[in-house]
C-alpha cells in the first residue's frame, strides 16, 4: 500500500532556531498537505500544496511540493515555544479521496 | 469557517457497553466525513469512509459490525462502537470534506478519546 516515510521521528531544538521536516513517497500525490497535532487534540491544517513545484508560506512556516510529486518539506523559522507539537505531513489519493499520513515529527523546543 | 466538533471529547465506559461519537461540520456541508484513530505516539490510521446518504467504506481490517458508521445528514457522522473492549481504548478523530469552495482539505475535528474498563 502507499506510505509516506516523515523524517527525523524527533527534534530537539533551541528557540529561535530554524526546523526542517521532510516527507518522500513511493507513489504520486497531487495534493500534499501538512499539519499540526497538540496533545489531545485533532491536527490542524498549516499548508496545503495543490502544484508541483509549489512553494508556499503561511508566515514562519514553508513548505514546498517536490517537483516529482512525491515528496514535500516543511520550514520552521525563527521557532517559538508554541511551535512545540507534533507535525504530520499528508498525501492526498485522489482516486480514493483519502489522506495517506506519514509518521508524523515530534518537536520538542528547549526555551 | 470550517469547524468540525466531536462529541463527547473523552468517554469512559466499562467492557461491552457500546459507545457512540458524534461529528458535526459546523459551518459548512461535508459530503464526505472520514474517521481515524491514533494509538499512543502513533500517526493517524484511517478507520473508514463516510458518504452522506449511502454506507460507509470500511479500511481493510476494520470491522464494520463493531465499528457503526452513520452518515444521515451533510452535517452529522456517528461512529459507534458496539462491544466496547479494552483494546478499543483509543484517541477517534473524524475528518470533513465540504463541498465545492473547500479544496481537497480535510479538516479534523478535536477527537474523542475514549477509554474502555
Known amino acids: 500500500g502507499q506510505q509516506l516515510n516523515q523524517s527525523p521521528q524527533s527534534m530537539f531544538i533551541q528557540e529561535g532556531e530554524d526546523v526542517s521536516m521532510n516527507c518522500t513517497s513511493s507513489?504520486?500525490?497531487?495534493?500534499w498537505l501538512w499539519y499540526k497535532q497538540d496533545p489531545g487534540e485533532g491536527p490542524v491544517l498549516l499548508i496545503a500544496l495543490y502544484k508541483a513545484g509549489e512553494l508556499t508560506s503561511n508566515g514562519r512556516l514553508t513548505a514546498q511540493f517536490g517537483i516529482t510529486r512525491k515528496d514535500s518539506f516543511l520550514n520552521i523559522s525563527a521557532s517559538i515555544p508554541s511551535d512545540v507539537g507534533i507535525y504530520f505531513c499528508?498525501?492526498?489519493?485522489?482516486?480514493?479521496?483519502?489522506?495517506?499520513f506519514g509518521q508524523g515529527t515530534r518537536l520538542t523546543i528547549n526555551p | 469557517g470550517a469547524v468540525v466538533s466531536q462529541h463527547p471529547s473523552w468517554v469512559i465506559c466499562k467492557s461491552g457497553t457500546s459507545v457512540k461519537i458524534e461529528c458535526r461540520s459546523l459551518d459548512f456541508q461535508a459530503t464526505t466525513m472520514f474517521w481515524y484513530r491514533q494509538f499512543p505516539k502513533q500517526s493517524l490510521m484511517l478507520m473508514a469512509t463516510?458518504?452522506?446518504?449511502?454506507?460507509?467504506?470500511?479500511e481493510q481490517g476494520v470491522e464494520k459490525d463493531k465499528f457503526l458508521i452513520n452518515h444521515a445528514s451533510l452535517t452529522l457522522s456517528t461512529l459507534t462502537v458496539t462491544s466496547a473492549h479494552p483494546e478499543d481504548s483509543s484517541f477517534y478523530i473524524c475528518?470533513?470534506?465540504?463541498?465545492?469552495?473547500?479544496?481537497?482539505?480535510?479538516?479534523f475535528g478535536p477527537g474523542t478519546r475514549l477509554t474502555v474498563l
Open positions: 463516510s458518504n452522506e446518504g449511502s454506507k460507509a467504506t470500511y
Open positions: 507513489s504520486i500525490f497531487n495534493t
Open positions: 499528508a498525501g492526498l489519493d485522489q482516486g480514493a479521496q483519502k489522506l495517506v
Open positions: 475528518s470533513a470534506n465540504g463541498l465545492a469552495g473547500a479544496g481537497n482539505e480535510q479538516f
